[in-house]
């Protein structure tokens, strides 16, 4: 896991309602002594805002998608990453151009 033996789990979107929901479950989970949960989203302030509504202290980082290395940084940060973000104006949409994602675990991972 990454560094420690405590797995990370990245919540991108943290701001968004589900979010929310599944934070609080995971803040109050019965083995949350087991794995850290690290806050993320695009926007500062509404990530701060999220995190003091949680009775546990998480670490929160800002991030674009369309910044490469910003998203490369996050993730290495991480064990697993839970994307619950909605639309972002900089990512296409179902409106645009085909978008492919692919789920993998970072360790079959190709490197960027």
């Known amino acids: 896991m990454a560094g420690d033996s405590k797995a990370k789990v990245i919540v991108y979107g943290a701001t968004s ?11 109050n989970h019965p083995q949350s002594h087991l794995f850290d949960v690290i806050l993320s989203g695009r926007n500062l302030q509404r990530l701060q805002a999220s995190a003091e509504k949680l009775e546990k202290k998480h670490k929160i980082v800002a991030c674009q998608l369309d910044d490469q290395e910003g998203v490369k940084n ?10 619950l ?4 104006p ?4 179902s409106r645009g151009p085909p978008f492919d994602f692919q789920v993998r675990s970072r360790d079959t991972m190709p490197k960027l």
């Open 85 to 88: 973000a909605g639309e972002s």
């Open 17 to 27: 309602f589900t979010a929310r929901e599944l934070l609080t479950y995971l803040d």
């Open 90 to 93: 900089s990512l296409p949409t």
């Open 74 to 83: 996050l993730i290495s940060q991480g064990d697993v990453v839970i994307n």
